[in-house]
Each structure stands twice: as structure tokens, then as C-alpha cells.
């Protein structure tokens, strides 16, 4: 069955360092997302892609956010300067029809 | 705007019992969908069932189904037969279906599941 792919499955980093998060998507989805869970809290949206642009994002989405599809497979989430609260377990996400909502298996990011 | 509520936080149920998972809704969407995922103590979210808000009849996959009545927004998922890999938290989410701009997913706070033998 087609997955979603998250790399690295966790990462540690500095407060105030730069990440990226990598996803490589279902092959023939055409949307692609990024959702985030803090700790023992419920799953909050961040932002929509399609064709090459972002088509929603939610205010937590902000300027130190971006995403990027450098090639024809991979979705990349950068968070340029890491805060505290940016602890959490980040998800990227695929759909190509109505119902076919597919996670990957997340990514445990620690700022310390 | 839309809303999922999961109004509790932890269930118990024995082993081959059913258990009813509620969620309630909001939304001024004419077509939506929603959805069930699971989410056990490895992290990952696990679709489980889908229902469209014109669907005709409740959804079902295996051991799970969703009870879905519309006029009272209410979609609740039921598990027959608990097994003890059942036990992990559980997320009622919802999204728009008509806008193609907007497919972000909105999440209840969860229901954590505990399976007992």
C-alpha cells in the first residue's frame, strides 16, 4: 500500500538553528500538507500545497515557516529559527481524492 | 469556521466488548467529510473510516463503523469486538469537500481508548 515518508523520524536541535523536515508524498497525490502536535495536544494545521503553491495556511504559520518541493518527489517544511515551543511532532500529509487522506509517520522535533 | 468536539478524554472497555467513540460537530459547510484516525503510543495517525455528509449510509471497515446523524451533527465511531491492539487514542477530524482551496483537516482533542483483558 502506497506510504507516506517522513525523514529523520527525530531530530535535536539548538534553539534558534535552522531545520527542515523532508516528506516524500504518495506518487499521484496532488496536495500536500504539513499538520503539527505538540505533546499530549491535539493535531493543528499548518499549511496546504498544490502546484507548487501554498493554498492554505493557518496563523501558526508564520514568516519563519516555509515549504518547498525542490523536485518532483520530495516536500520539505523549514523552520529557520527554532524556538522552545516548536517542540512537537510535525506530520506531513497526502490526498488525492476526497477521502484519501494519508499521514506519514511523523517527525519528533526537539529544540533543547 | 469549523469545530470538532471529543468530549471524553479516556474509555475503558473490555476485551470483545463494543465501545462508542462520540464526536460532534460544527460547520456551515453544506458538504464536508469526516474522519477517524487512530494514533497509538509509536505516534503515527491511522485512518480508520471516512463519511461523506451526503452519504446515504454510515460507513463502514471491519470491526469499525460510524454512526453518523447528520441533524444532530454527531459522528460517532464504534468499535466491535475491542481487541487489547485497540487501545491508543483516538481523533475525529473534518474537512471541507467542495472548496478545492481549502482541505486542511480540523481535529478534535482526542479520546484515549484503554482495552482492558
Known amino acids: 500500500e502506497p506510504e507516506v515518508t517522513q525523514t529523520p523520524s527525530h531530530q535535536v536541535t539548538q534553539m534558534g538553528q535552522e531545520v527542515i523536515l523532508r516528506c516524500v508524498p504518495i506518487?499521484?497525490?496532488?496536495?500536500f500538507y504539513w499538520y503539527r502536535q505538540i505533546l499530549g495536544q491535539k493535531v493543528e494545521f499548518l499549511v496546504s500545497?498544490?502546484?507548487?503553491?501554498?493554498?492554505?495556511k493557518s496563523e501558526i504559520f508564520d514568516d519563519q515557516f516555509s515549504v518547498e518541493r525542490p523536485d518532483g518527489s520530495n516536500f520539505t517544511l523549514k523552520i529557520r529559527s527554532t524556538k522552545l515551543e516548536d517542540s512537537a511532532m510535525y506530520f506531513c500529509?497526502?490526498?488525492?481524492?476526497?477521502?484519501?487522506?494519508?499521514f506519514g509517520s511523523g517527525t519528533r522535533l526537539t529544540v533543547v | 469556521a469549523q469545530k470538532i468536539t471529543q468530549t471524553q478524554p479516556g474509555m475503558f472497555v473490555q476485551e470483545k466488548e463494543a465501545v462508542t467513540l462520540d464526536c460532534t460537530y460544527d460547520?456551515?459547510?453544506?458538504?464536508?467529510?469526516l474522519f477517524w484516525y487512530k494514533q497509538p503510543s509509536s505516534g503515527e495517525m491511522i485512518f480508520l473510516i471516512y463519511q461523506g455528509s451526503y452519504d446515504q449510509q454510515n460507513a463502514t471497515e471491519g470491526r469499525y463503523s460510524l454512526n453518523f446523524q447528520k441533524a444532530r451533527k454527531s459522528a460517532n465511531l464504534v468499535i466491535s469486538a475491542s481487541q487489547l491492539g485497540d487501545s491508543a487514542m483516538y481523533f475525529c477530524a473534518m474537512r471541507n469537500v467542495m472548496d478545492t482551496g481549502r482541505r486542511a483537516l480540523t481535529f478534535g482533542s482526542g479520546t484515549r481508548l484503554q482495552v482492558q483483558p
Open positions: 506518487s499521484n497525490h496532488l496536495y
Open positions: 500545497f498544490y502546484n507548487n503553491e501554498i493554498s492554505e
Open positions: 460547520t456551515s459547510d453544506p458538504s464536508y467529510g
Open positions: 500529509a497526502s490526498s488525492g481524492d476526497v477521502a484519501g487522506y494519508t
